[in-house]
Nanobody, 129 residues
Framework: QVQLVESGGGLVQAGGSLRLSCAVS????????MGWFRQAPGKEREFVSS????????YYADSVKGRFTISRDYAKNTVYLQMNSLKPEDTAVYYC??????????????????????WGQGTQVTVSS
């Protein structure tokens, strides 16, 4: 059974940086499309970024484009979210998600929460003004 464990959240001042990690165990890492989502208090969960199983294709929400970078390390079975120039509105619980993909879908970053079947427990990111 696949497991996802996020880490790296914390409290940071506006303009600062954090790097989130999501360690994946179980299965073949390159068969997983990976994504990051977030949920702020009183709001619905929203897409942040995703990366394809292979090939390195990425996709970002407009709100984080140019500030956040998603990447994955196949040797460590880990996906990262580098977050720079953080803003108070980035405050949320951040969730890592994955979906097993095959064939040509390995080359495509998934974009919707309904596309992902496995989720981590979340890590809190708080950005103070």
């Amino acid at each position: 059974q696949v497991q996802l464990v996020e880490s790296g959240g914390g409290l940071v001042q506006a303009g600062g940086s954090l790097r989130l990690s999501c360690a994946v165990s179980g299965g073949t890492f390159s068969n997983y499309a990976m994504g990051w989502f977030r949920q702020a208090p009183g709001k619905e969960r929203e897409f942040v970024s995703s990366i394809s199983g292979i090939g390195g294709s990425t996709y970002y929400a407009d709100s984080v484009k140019g500030r956040f970078t998603i990447s994955r390390d196949y040797a460590k079975n880990t996906v990262y979210l580098q977050m720079n120039s953080l803003k108070p509105e980035d405050t949320a619980v951040y969730y890592c998600a994955l979906e097993e993909v095959t064939g040509r879908r390995k080359l495509v970053p998934l974009k919707g929460s309904a596309d992902f079947g496995s989720w981590g427990q979340g890590t809190q990111v708080t950005v103070s003004s």
